[in-house]
């Protein structure tokens, strides 16, 4: 229940006494109104306000996730070690992009979309993967990796055939800047994607 109060004298009668001049106490008069509301009401406005910024939040995890989809297949292929590179990668027969990151880096996660759109315009003929180097406790999961082909950045990515070095870009997010080196190696592999697409 609310109880407003519309004048000073209402809520204390001795306020007409005090040594305020009658301007200031008619100014405090005229805009003052006092509330007096059950706790009860006060709660369940909170948790009301609390409940639909909960829904807000998750609305905003939702939109975000699909927007980088994180709901799509993946077509990067996840490189575990040093094993897993060789044969997916030194040994592969078609062209493989690599993106080598650290776990939980920020700026490697902006790239995420940018690869897996990248992954679906050359299907058939680039092979895409990606190679946790660092991991978020700054663990270094392949050494000899990281030694070997100078990736002191992350993100680094770096596009080999025939198991060598063909381009590397490092803190790149210009999708062209992939598309006229790839469009490159793509026409010189020569295969035709039509037929194999999903």
Not at 19 to 31: E, G, P, Y
Not at 48 to 67: D, E, K, N
């Amino acid at each position: 229940m609310i109880e407003c109060f519309e004048t000073l004298d209402e809520l204390d009668p001795d306020t007409s006494g005090r040594s305020l001049t009658d301007a200031m106490i008619k100014t405090v008069r005229s805009s003052q109104q006092v509330l007096s509301v059950p706790l009860s009401v006060v709660t369940r406005q909170v948790w009301s306000l609390t409940g639909r910024a909960l829904v807000g939040c998750l609305t905003l995890v939702v939109f975000l996730t699909l927007l980088t989809g994180c709901c799509t297949p993946q077509r990067l292929r996840n490189i575990k070690d040093t094993d897993d590179f060789m044969q997916h990668v030194v040994m592969s027969e078609k062209p493989v992009l690599v993106e080598f990151y650290k776990g939980g880096c920020p700026t490697c996660v902006i790239l995420n979309p940018l690869l897996e759109t990248l992954a679906r315009e050359y299907d058939c003929r680039i092979e895409f993967a990606r190679f946790e180097l660092v991991t978020p406790v700054f663990t270094v999961t392949s050494p000899e990796i990281m030694e070997l082909y100078h990736v002191n950045f992350f993100p680094t990515i770096i596009l080999f055939t025939n198991g060598q070095e063909q381009k590397r870009w490092t803190l790149e997010y210009d999708i062209n800047s992939y598309r006229r080196k790839l469009n490159e190696i793509a026409d010189a592999n020569g295969q035709d994607c039509r037929n194999t697409r999903q």
